[in-house]
């Protein structure tokens, strides 16, 4: 149960990284424009070496920006509900934590997941058509990276929650 939860925290913890990264970084698309290479991310974009903030109120960069943090912000709750699952309080008997924190990452993916491909859609769809030489960069790779590590975090915490949920079984009798 504890190697369980201890292969989930770990991924979790990396996958909080990894989405913090993506959201602030500026490397999501790289092009070229008017002859330069051009790169932009969810909040500022950068050409001829220097960079502007994004002061379009578009809906699929909010979209993608509300949803990457509301991803981090879940998945920070699940590595909290995760440490808390290593202590046994008897106060908390009815509430399992593992489980809790399982389900944290898995709302975590889920927000990842929308924010990734909103982003994915409007980009290939629009922007690819508008910029003919461009591809996605290291910043919107991280996000997808960072949407499996919290989709592992979740399923080694639910299975550490079935392994204590069977030696609970099997101690009653």
Avoid at 12 to 20: D, E, K, M, P, R
Wanted: proline fraction near 0%.
């Amino acid at each position: 149960m504890y190697s369980f939860m201890g292969g989930g925290l770990f991924c979790a913890i990396v996958g909080n990284i990894l989405l913090v990264v993506s959201t602030a970084t500026d490397y999501w698309m790289q092009y070229r424009l008017s002859g330069n290479y051009a790169h932009q991310g969810l909040w500022r974009y950068c050409m001829s070496n220097k960079c502007y903030m994004q002061t379009d109120s578009i809906a699929y960069w909010n979209a993608t920006r509300a949803f990457m943090i509301l991803s981090g912000m879940s998945c920070f709750s699940g590595i909290v509900a995760g440490i808390m699952s290593f202590a046994h309080f008897s106060s908390f008997e009815r509430f399992n934590r593992s489980f809790a924190a399982g389900i944290m990452f898995f709302i975590s993916t889920f927000f990842v997941l929308l924010g990734m491909a909103i982003y994915t859609g409007v980009t290939v769809n629009f922007l690819g058509r508008r910029f003919g030489d461009w591809r996605f960069s290291w910043s919107y790779i991280l996000g997808w990276v960072a949407m499996l590590m919290t989709f592992f975090a979740g399923i080694f915490y639910i299975c550490a929650y079935r392994m204590c949920e069977c030696r609970r079984g099997t101690n009653q009798r």
